[in-house]
Each structure stands twice: as C-alpha cells, then as structure tokens.
C-alpha cells in the first residue's frame, strides 16, 4: 500500500494516445526535413541534457509522509535531430524523498519512509530553431516512459514495481556561446561541442499505477529544472 496515496481514477488510455502522437510528429518531421533541403552537419546532429530541479509529486498530502512537497530530481538526456526543428531521443530520470511519516489516527510522529523513482523515457522534440546562433530556443517533447519505483516504509516490506506512462518537457535553451566566445570555440575545436546552453525546464508524468485493491493511483506529477545542454 503506498503511503500518502489516495485513490484516484487515471487515463488508461493516455500513453497509447501519446504513442501516437509521437509517430506522427516523427512523420511530420521526415516531411520537414525533406522540404528543408539542409545539407549535412549545416545543423547540430546530437544533444546532451543534464538537469537537476524538484519534482512535486501528484500524490496528495505529500508534505504530511515526506517532510517535503518536492522530490529532488535529476536526468540526461539525449537527442538526435534530423532538421534544426525535430528530433528523436531518449531519457534517464532519478528522483527520491524521504522522511518521517505522520500517524493520521494519533496525529503523532511514524516511522521512517523513503520513496524512489526513475523514469526510462523515448521521446520527440520539437523546437523553434530559425538560425545557428539563435540566443533564445524554445522546444516542446513528448513520449512514454517506463516508472521504476520503490518505497521503504520502517517495519514494512519494501514495496517495488513499475509502470508505463507519459511523459512531456516545455521549455527554452538560453544560448551560452556570446558570454565567452574563446570557450566556446575551444570547446569546438577540442570536443566537437557546437554549442551550450543554459535551460530552463517543465516536466510532466502521467504514471498510473495500482494499489492494493484494484485501484489505481498516479505516481507521476510535476518538476522544475535547470539545467546545460550541449549540441553536437
């Protein structure tokens, strides 16, 4: 039974819908690319994403187990992009809280409690990227992720499962390259790194899972991150 978890009713047939959605926007960038008519390497072919922020998880009374309403979080991620505009890629997540429960009967203190996640995502992206030296990009990916999880509540059996879900980023690249161009062509010329950037991201998972009972509870939520990106 997962702590601070109460019923709630969920989109079964929310990732099918995403996968959907995923095969067309690929499509759709195929057509993109073949109009484009863009010669090879006159675009960044690979990206690389490190981030870091607070998942504030969709369970209710999150605060009341975890201490927290907030998880921490971090991820990388990669991409390949087949135009300026398109991309597929794929991510790994890890977020984690713990804390000292409270009892809803005696309104007192419980025992220890720890909650993990990690999320495997496959994803496209898309993103407004008109010029190479773009200062501000704004982008938007979509997938299904697979929910790893485990919770360890004190005097309880460790609880572990995993799920499928969707998964959704909305944010923008701020490009780093004017704030030093001698690093920046370094980088270049030693590692191939085209450009780098500062972001600022929102995620959002859709995870049903099930709980004792039959009925099912999202293990998803909300999170906030920063991070760097570098192109290739």
């Known amino acids: 039974m997962f702590s601070a978890t109460p019923h709630q009713p969920t989109n079964r047939w929310l990732p099918p819908s995403v996968l959907v959605a995923v095969l067309g926007l690929f499509s759709v ?3 993109f690319a073949d109009e484009a008519g863009e010669e090879p390497g006159s675009h960044p072919l690979w990206s690389l994403h490190f981030r870091g922020g607070a998942f504030y998880p969709a369970i209710d009374n999150w605060k009341k187990y975890y201490d927290t309403a907030y998880m921490g979080y971090f991820s990388i991620a990669g991409d390949w992009w087949i135009n300026r505009y398109f991309g597929v890629g794929a991510e790994l997540g890890y977020m984690r809280d713990e ?7 005696q309104e007192g203190v419980g025992g220890y409690v720890e909650h993990r996640l990690w999320p495997a995502s496959v994803l496209v992206s898309a993103r407004g990227a008109f010029r190479d030296d773009q200062v501000v990009i704004p ?3 979509a997938g299904v992720t697979y929910l790893g999880y485990a919770q360890k509540i004190e005097n309880q059996e460790r609880r572990t499962g ?12 701020f490009l780093l390259d004017p704030l030093d161009q001698r690093s920046a062509s370094s980088l270049e010329s030693n590692l191939g790194i085209r450009h780098s950037y500062f972001e600022l991201d929102l995620t959002y998972i859709n ?5 004792i009972g039959g009925d099912s509870v999202d293990l998803g939520g909300t999170g906030f991150s920063l991070s760097v990106g570098f192109e290739f």
């Not at 804390?99 to 009967?105: A, D």
């Open 99 to 105: 804390g000292q429960g409270q009892l809803p009967v």
């Open 139 to 141: 982008y938007f990916s």
């Open 207 to 211: 995870a049903p899972a099930e709980e």
């Open 29 to 31: 960038g195929n057509a």
């Open 162 to 173: 995993s799920t499928i879900g969707a998964i959704a980023h909305l944010g923008v690249q």
